[in-house]
């Protein structure tokens, strides 16, 4: 997941990383606090957090689709579907 998620361009600074953390946890309802300083440190956390929530892989994916496209979050689903 990690590595899909690198993927995407809202997660490549940490303005985009606090951005999807915010929404994310809206979506989830709890809060996500990030450092935003490491990139792969931020995406772990984005990623546990989604998978130890009931819901929440659903979650980051509608996160993905509001903030990507259409497009863009089907290439991702696909990218986590082993």
Known sequence: MIDALST???LADAPGRLQFAALL???LGRPIDL???RLREDLVVLSRIALDTDGGEQALLDVVRI????VISAEFERLLVP
């Open 8 to 10: 995407l361009d809202c």
């Open 25 to 27: 946890g809206d979506v």
């Open 35 to 37: 450092r935003g300083v």
């Open 67 to 70: 903030l990507e496209g259409a």
